[in-house]
Structures are given as structure tokens and as C-alpha cells.
């Protein structure tokens, strides 16, 4: 099993950023990849970005160019580093792991609020 705990979010004004943060636990040597999720009041849940194992990475577009998404490995721990924030980008972020034990599972953490102001 695998363990998520998101933070770092909050309320920022336009423009501004945020680093949120995601560290895992548990059998964290069977993780695949790590990505970050976002959904807004009343929408479904959208793709943000993810990272393999390998370090490859990839951004949904509406946030390519603004966001980054990186990892520490030694301390199990994803990075969402989001810059330029825009009122769209108001959502609860949820981190995701893939990870496989003979099948491929996933699992979620419970969100953190990011607020953009205008």
C-alpha cells in the first residue's frame, strides 16, 4: 500500500505562486509514477502533471510554462511549484501514485485548497 499527504496550498493573489507538496509512505519502492490532479467547484477532476520513475514529466497545457513538477527521491516527496497562478487554477489539488504489486493500483491523497484571487 501506498500513502499520500498533500500540502502547501492556500490563497494567493493573481499572478503569485505556490509550492505544494506530496510525501508518500508506505511501500513506496513499488511506485511507477507520481502526478498531481485538480478539480474545481461543480467540474470533474483534471489532469495537472505527473513524473516517472525515470524523472520523465508532463503538463497538462493548460499549465505548461507555469507549473513544474519535480521529486525528491530520498525523502519520497513530489513537488507541484506553480507560478503565475490565474483565478482558473482555484481548485483542490490531489496527488496520485501509480504503483504496482503484480497489478498496476492507484492511490489518491485528500486534497489541498488553492485559492487565486483576483
Known amino acids: 500500500q501506498v500513502q499520500l499527504e498533500e500540502s502547501g496550498g492556500g490563497l494567493v493573489q493573481a499572478g503569485g505562486s505556490l509550492r505544494l507538496s506530496c510525501a508518500a509512505s508506505g511501500s513506496t519502492f513499488r511506485i511507477n509514477s507520481m502526478g498531481w490532479y485538480r478539480q474545481a467547484p461543480g467540474k470533474q477532476r483534471d489532469y495537472v502533471a505527473v513524473i516517472t520513475s525515470g524523472g520523465t514529466t508532463n503538463y497538462a497545457d493548460s499549465v505548461k510554462g507555469r507549473f513544474t513538477i519535480s521529486r525528491d527521491n530520498a525523502k519520497n516527496t513530489v513537488y507541484l511549484e506553480m507560478n503565475s497562478l490565474k483565478p482558473e487554477d482555484t481548485a483542490v489539488y490531489y496527488c496520485?501514485?501509480?504503483?504496482?504489486?503484480?497489478?498496476?493500483?492507484?492511490?489518491w491523497g485528500r486534497g489541498t485548497q488553492v485559492t487565486v484571487s483576483s
Open positions: 496520485k501514485a501509480e504503483w504496482r504489486r503484480g497489478n498496476y493500483y492507484d492511490s
